[in-house]
């Protein structure tokens, strides 16, 4: 079954360090989206693509950056970690207008 | 902006039907409503879509009103497995393929 996949599920980190999360889904959606979840909250676009080569900035873009060199994969970098990026991170995927997005399980990033 | 307003909050008895409501009255005359649930801290899942006709599917039914301003989402037979939050969400104009998620409703199933 097609699904779509994120690691590591947790990652603790030291403020400054570089670190990625990586995003796998498997079928074959040009569109691919980054979020973020603090406790309490709902969701909040940080980035998003809409097929290879297409990167967009969404509501919390700063301190983040992706790249998208294939279908496939959406990973996504904080260059510098700081402690107001430790949060919940969900990476989703769509096929199109008008369809379900489909959300991967989260990664818990804790910046101490 | 199209944007959704939704109770911050209900309970529902458990086997009985939970009738989530959502405000949309800015929404253009092409755009879907989706309704999404999390349940704790997992991924968002997908639970049903329309446009202007009612939907059913396996988990829940979708009412729009005929001006399309408003929406219920029913479980028809709430179970405690449906405590979750749920979102209802209506793209904006002049955006992309992106969700944006507004705060939701924190369904309580009680026993």
């Known amino acids: 079954d097609a699904e779509i996949t994120q690691s590591p599920r947790h990652k603790i980190t030291e403020t400054g360090r570089q670190v990625t999360l990586a995003c796998h889904q498997t079928?074959?959606?040009?569109?691919m989206f980054w979020y973020r979840q603090d406790l309490g909250h709902g969701l909040r676009l940080i980035h998003y693509?809409?097929?290879?080569?297409?990167?967009n900035k969404g509501e919390v873009s700063d301190g983040y950056s992706v790249s998208r060199s294939n279908t496939e994969d959406l990973p996504l970098t904080l260059e510098s970690a700081a402690s107001s990026q430790t949060s919940v991170y969900f990476c989703?995927?769509?096929?199109?207008?008008?369809?379900?997005?489909?959300f991967g399980q989260g990664t818990r990033l804790t910046v101490v | 902006d199209a944007k959704t307003t939704q109770p911050p909050s209900m309970d529902c008895a458990e086997g009985r039907a939970a009738n989530l409501p959502c405000n949309h009255s800015?929404?253009?005359?092409?755009?879907?409503v989706y309704w999404y649930r999390q349940i704790h801290s997992q991924g968002p899942q997908y639970i049903i879509h329309g446009l202007k006709n009612n939907e059913t599917n396996e988990m829940a039914s979708l009412i729009i009103t005929e001006d399309r301003k408003s929406s219920t989402l029913i479980l028809p037979h709430a179970t405690l497995r449906d405590t979750a939050v749920y979102y209802c969400?209506?793209?904006?104009?002049?955006?992309?393929?992106?969700?944006?998620f507004g705060t939701g409703t924190s369904l309580t199933v009680i026993p």
């Open positions: 693509s809409y097929g290879v080569h297409d990167t």
């Open positions: 989703a995927s769509r096929k199109g207008l008008n369809t379900e997005a489909f």
């Open positions: 800015t929404i253009s005359g092409n755009e879907y």
């Open positions: 079928w074959n959606h040009n569109n």
């Open positions: 969400i209506v793209r904006p104009p002049n955006t992309g393929n992106q969700f944006y």
